[in-house]
């Protein structure tokens, strides 16, 4: 059964390398809710610049990926109903998030696996498929001291995921793949992928990083008072970005905090909304790699200022 479970986990393909056919408390003395906060400027931007350094986690060197266009959500393990849950609850803030659910009988691309000792899964999961998790290219994973914590640290909850630097024109992927070459393989450049650049600049750049596969580990011996709606709303948060397993967000009102507090998140808030939405507004081809997380502190700051008006007494 374990067996038949890490073949599905790891089946997703990687993208073809030829084109496609009132609080005004500081983070650390209580949970601050985004449509509290009453303070502006400078203020208002350490809160959000320190949220955002907490939780976004993209892979080394690289810019912040996310999910292209599409994402396919499948869960094993479970009861019938309750897998069936998580998958419309994840696919339903992906489709708010403006990415193709994928239609029933889909092959998942973001797996979600239950079970009874999540240590123990993960371990046999690293040992059999490592070369699945760590594909070798470039840029495509967070490394091997990330793989270790999510091997060797004991968590309700615990993802992995593997994107691609991809020309954001063609699809085509733009790392070569351990072991792959085209032609004779005798050249230096028969190792190395292919990128018609149609527009070069200083600025900008056609690639961008697509996460293609995601596994979540779920402990259901270790998730407590956390109810489905919570589980199905942290497995959405964790797994349609990149988010960092050790982040500190105690501080705010997020999702994130579930396990910690059962009582603090009942869903998605308002900061976990505001992440997501300006991740997946991004315009991602610009040359600096901050470009992703300053567009999200920008669409946080956006929906603070949405609550604010929103919540402001209105005159006759």
Known sequence: MIAAILALALSASAPSSQPPQPAQASPQDQAVRLEDIQVSG?????????????????????GIARW?????????NLRREAAQYL?????????????????????????IVATADGDAFAHELVERRRRA?????SGMDRGAAALRDFQE?????????????VDSETGQRAVRIPGECENACSKPTDFAPAISVSSASRLTTQIVDNIFRAIIIVDVSKIGAVN?????????MVSLAQID????????????????DPGSASNLTEWDKAYLDGLYDAQRTRKNLRAGTSEIRTSIRRAHARLAD???PTTD
């Not at 640290?153 to 630097?165: D, I, L």
């Not at 489905?228 to 959405?236: E, F, N, T, V």
């Not at 397993?245 to 905090?257: E, V, W």
């Open 133 to 137: 998790l760590r594909m070798g290219g």
């Open 42 to 62: 400078r203020r208002l931007d350490d809160l959000i610049q320190s949220f955002v350094g907490e939780v976004a986690a993209p892979n080394r060197g690289r």
């Open 245 to 260: 397993p050790t982040a500190d967000t105690r501080g705010y009102a997020s999702i994130l905090n579930v396990f910690n």
């Open 87 to 111: 998958v419309d609850r994840v696919s339903t803030v992906a489709e708010d998030l403006g990415l193709n659910p994928g239609d029933p009988g889909c092959a998942p691309n973001l797996l």
């Open 68 to 76: 292209d266009r599409s994402v396919c959500v499948g869960a094993v």
């Open 153 to 165: 640290t004991s968590r309700p909850v615990r993802w992995w995921q593997v994107s691609m630097p």
């Open 228 to 236: 489905s709606q919570q589980l199905a709303d942290y497995i959405a």
């Open 310 to 312: 929103e919540a402001a």
